[in-house]
């Protein structure tokens, strides 16, 4: 799988359109999301994305699942995977933690 860096310029539109996207296919897309908290942890698995979005002003970014949000506070570098299509997505985030989204099946933009 080849890792791609998205520049921050770009992370309101890819992720607006990574969310519309989501919302053609016609299954559920479900992930495992992993985040750190004390020690690494595994936040949720099987959740059905709904969406993730980027808020530059507040410089948030929000992942919508059906039974949870997470919020990732001031990315500092946002990288995805792909392997026919967004497989992983990577968030370092102000602290310098990583946060991995992981789509069951790959999502061509």
Not at 3 to 10: D, G, R
Not at 24 to 31: A, P, V, Y
Not at 77 to 81: A, G, L, P, R, T
């Given at each position: 799988m080849a890792?791609?860096?998205?520049?921050?310029?770009?992370w309101e539109e890819f992720f607006d359109n990574f969310s519309k996207k989501l919302k053609?296919?016609?299954?559920?897309?479900?992930?495992e999301l992993v985040a750190p908290s004390v020690s690494e942890a595994e936040e949720g698995k099987?959740?059905?994305?709904?969406?993730?979005?980027?808020?530059?002003?507040?410089?948030v970014l929000s992942v919508f699942c059906e039974d949870l949000d997470h919020l990732i506070n001031k990315p500092q570098?946002?990288?995805?995977?792909e392997d026919g299509g967004i497989k992983i997505i990577r968030v370092t985030d102000?602290?310098?933690l990583e946060h991995f989204?992981?789509?069951a099946q790959p999502i061509s933009l």
């Open positions: 890792e791609k860096c998205i520049v921050p310029a770009e053609g296919l016609s299954e559920k897309t479900t992930i099987n959740l059905t994305l709904a969406g993730i979005s980027y808020d530059p002003k507040d410089k570098e946002i990288c995805v995977e102000g602290t310098g989204i992981k789509l």
